[in-house]
């Protein structure tokens, strides 16, 4: 997931859809372009492995996205929310949120 959450910062539209399950492409395509008018780094990321919820992997990320639109700063912290990876040729990929209880 760390992969993916820089991918997303950076912008990186490609990048983000090939770490991402074909279900998810759509949605990670949009979180990319969120990023792409706005200077966004990330402080503290880092991701384990939680449990799973069926076939997903659930990965719990800690860090907080710092991104700066329009000269204010806003933090957007990573931790609350459940990355949900499915194993798709072969890899496993992002396939969305869910809420960490």
Same mark, same amino acid.
């Given at each position: 997931m760390e992969a993916y959450v820089n991918a997303l910062i950076a912008g990186d539209e490609v990048e =983000?859809?090939? !770490? /991402?399950? $074909?279900? *998810? @492409? $759509?949605? $990670?395509?949009?979180?990319?372009?969120?990023?792409?008018? =706005? @200077? =966004? /780094? =990330? #402080?503290? !990321? $880092?991701c384990q492995g939680t449990g799973s919820d069926g076939e997903a992997a659930l990965i719990a990320c800690s860090g907080t996205i710092l991104a700066v639109y329009n000269g204010e700063q806003q933090e957007l912290p990573l931790e609350g929310r459940l990355f949900r990876a499915l194993q798709e040729d %072969?890899? *496993?990929?992002?396939? %969305?949120?869910?809420? #960490?209880?």
């Open positions: =983000v859809i090939n !770490l /991402s399950c $074909a279900a *998810w @492409e $759509a949605q $990670a395509a949009t979180e990319a372009a969120s990023f792409e008018s =706005v @200077e =966004v /780094s =990330v #402080d503290g !990321l $880092a %072969g890899e *496993w990929k992002m396939c %969305g949120y869910q809420q #960490d209880p």
